[in-house]
C-alpha cells in the first residue's frame, strides 16, 4: 500500500487548461472520493496518476516517488475501467491472471492468487467463459477481480458502477466498501454520482471546472459546504437557495427577500448589513410550522416517495423542496407556513458564492 | 403463397438479369473448356458437345506451363499482401491512435493515390524498376501491387483499429505490459478480422493485375496467370480456345469460389467504423 500526493498537478490540452493546479493528498488505506460534474477534470486526473494521461505542471507522488514520468506498467497500480476494458479473447481466467503471467510468476502462483480473488468475488463458477457471456454485474466483478489479483500499492476506479442498473449499482456499491474495509488498499475513486461518493468515502474531493472546491469527510461536506457550488452538489433533493438582504437587528436576524419575504436566519457576525446573500436550507430541515409562525408558503407539486413525501412549494417566489417522514395529507394550492431550526441554515455571499 | 416467399420471388426477379450477365462469361468458359477441338466453332452455337473431355485441362496444364505460371501468381500475390499488411498495420495504428503534424494531410494523401489508375502511372513505374534493375523480375510486382494496396488496407485497418477501444490496450498498460506487448498479446488478436478482410482483398487485386505484369515481367517463365492465358491469345496463327478457357476457369473459378464465401466477412469489414 502507499499513499498518493498530488502537487500543484496542472493539465492543459495546447492552450486550453483543464485542470489548474490541483494539491490532493490520500492516506495509506484511504478511500478518497473525486467527485464533480462531468467535465471537471475528475477522470483526466485519475488518468493522470495511471500514467495514462501526460502531466503538464505539478508532481504526482505514489509512496515517497515522484512517478510524473514513469510509465502505467511500473507505478503498482492498478485499475478498474467504467467500461470494464476485459480482454474479449480471453476467458474470465486469463483475465484475472493477465497481470501475473506478463510478471512470468509461475502457473501454480498464477491459479492460487485468481481463485482467491474469483472466491472473494463469487467468480468461481465463471472462470473458463468468456466476457461476451457475462452480465454487466459480472464483467465488473471480473475487473474488481483484475485488480484484487495484483496486490497493487494503488486501486484507481473510474466510473465503475455507471453502467450498471440502479439496483445493482446499489449491491456492487456496498461490495466495493466491503472489500475496501477487507483490504485496506488506497483507493481512488471517480465518479459524478454524489450518492456513490458520500455513501463510500473517507474523504470526498468536490471538483469543478478543474479546480478542487472543498476537500473533507462526507458527512463534514454534508453539513458545512465550503461554497454554493459544493452545498448543491451534495445531497438529493439538493440544497434549496433562496436569495435576498441580510439584515441584523438586536440579537436576531433575518435576510429579506425581494418580495419583502423575511427569512429567520442566524446572526453571523461575519455578515455586513444590507449584504447580497443566498440562504442554503436542506430540504430534510424545513418543518411545518404551528400556531400562524413560520414563513407562509404555497404548495406546489406533492411527490411520495414512500419513505417520504417530497414537496414542492413556493417561498419567497423561489421554488423550495421540503422532505417530511410524516404523512401529511398535502393537496395542490393548499397554503401552509414553514420553519427551520436556525442552526440548520447556511449562508453564502451572493457574490463570491463563499459561506459566510 | 406466404409473403416472404413471395418477396424472395420477386426479389429474385429483378436480380435475375444481373445474375445471367455475371454468370454467363462462366458458363461459356466452362463449355468451352470441356468440350472437344472440333467443336469449338460450330455454326449456329450451341451449348451442348458430344464428349466431356476432362482432358482439356491436363493437356492445357501441360502445354501452356500452366503450373509455373500458377506458383508466379501465388508468389506475387502472397508476398504482396504480405509486404502490404506489415507496412499497414503500424501505420494505421498510429493514424488511429496517436496525433501527430500532417495526419490529416496524410490521410487526405493516402485517398489522392486512389484516384490515380496505375495505367497512368505504368511507364513511370517501369522506368523506376529499370532503375532499380528489377525489370524481369516478379519481385518488382511484389513492391508495386503492396504499394497500390497500400492506401485502401491503412484506410481500412484504422477505421477498424478505431473501433477496439483504447480502454483495452491501457488496462494491459496497467496490468504490466509494455507498448509492444499490448499491441501482441490484445491488440492484434483482435483485429485479426480486419487484417483477414484487407488480407483477401489484396490477395485478389493481385491474382487479378493484368496491366503492370503485362509490362514488368519479359520472359515467359515469370509470367503470372492473367499474362499467362493473355499469351495463348495475342499474337498467335492459331488459338487454342479450349485450352484458354480451360486454363481460366482454373484461374478464376477458386478465388471466385473462396471470395464469395469471404464476401460477408468482407462486407462487414467495409461497413466497420461507418457507424460506432
Known sequence: MASVKIRNVEKSYGSLKVIHGVDIDVEDHEFVVLVGPSGCGKSTLLRMIAGLETISGGDILIGDKVVNDIPPRDRDIAMVFQNYALYPHMSIFDNMGFSLKLRKRPRSEIEEKVLEAADILNLRPYLGRSPGQLSGGQRQRVAMGRALVRDARVFLFDEPLSNLDAKLRVVMRTEIKALHQRLQTTSVYVTHDQIEAMTMADRIVVMNAGRVEQIGAPLDLYDSPANLFVAGFLGSPSMNFIKGRFRRDGGRAHVFCDDGTALPVPAVSDAANDQPVVVGIRPEHLCLAKDGAGVAATVDVVEPTGANIELFVELAGERVCAVFGERHPFRPGEKIALTWKLEKVHLFDSNSGDRI | ?276
Open chain 2, 1 to 276: 403463397m406466404p409473403t416472404k416467399l413471395k418477396k424472395s420471388l420477386i426479389y429474385w426477379a429483378f436480380l435475375s438479369p444481373l445474375v445471367v450477365i455475371i454468370l454467363f462469361p462462366f458458363a461459356v468458359m466452362f463449355v468451352t473448356a470441356v468440350r472437344p477441338r472440333d467443336e469449338l466453332f460450330v455454326y449456329p452455337p450451341r451449348w451442348g458437345f458430344s464428349e466431356f473431355r476432362w482432358g482439356n485441362f491436363a493437356e492445357m496444364w501441360v502445354k501452356t506451363n500452366f503450373g509455373e505460371a500458377l506458383f508466379n501468381s501465388l508468389y506475387v500475390s502472397v508476398l504482396s499482401t504480405v509486404l502490404a499488411l506489415v507496412l499497414s498495420i503500424p501505420a494505421a495504428y498510429a493514424l488511429s491512435r496517436y496525433r501527430f503534424r500532417g495526419k490529416g494531410a496524410y490521410r487526405t494523401f493516402l485517398l489522392m493515390t486512389q484516384m490515380m489508375s496505375p495505367i497512368v502511372l505504368v511507364l513511370g513505374l517501369f522506368r523506376l524498376m529499370v532503375a532499380f534493375g528489377m525489370v524481369d523480375n516478379l519481385n518488382s510486382l511484389v513492391l508495386t501491387y503492396a504499394a497500390f494496396n497500400m492506401a485502401f488496407t491503412i484506410w481500412m485497418l484504422q477505421s477498424y483499429f478505431s473501433t477496439i477501444p483504447r480502454d483495452l490496450e491501457e488496462a494491459a498498460w496497467i496490468d504490466g505490459a509494455s507498448h509492444l506487448n499490448s499491441l501482441i498479446r490484445i491488440f492484434l488478436p483482435l483485429a485479426v478480422p480486419a487484417m483477414a478482410v484487407t488480407a483477401i482483398f489484396s490477395f485478389i487485386n493481385g491474382w487479378n493485375e493484368f496491366v503492370l505484369a503485362l509490362t514488368m515481367i519479359r520472359s515467359s517463365d515469370d509470367f503470372t496467370l492473367p499474362v499467362q492465358i493473355y499469351s495463348q491469345v495475342a499474337g498467335r496463327y492459331q488459338v487454342e480456345w479450349h485450352h484458354v478457357m480451360a486454363g481460366t476457369v482454373l484461374a478464376t473459378v477458386p478465388v471466385a469460389i473462396v471470395f464469395s464465401w469471404l464476401q460477408k466477412y468482407l462486407i462487414r469489414g467495409m461497413a466497420l467504423g461507418a457507424v460506432k
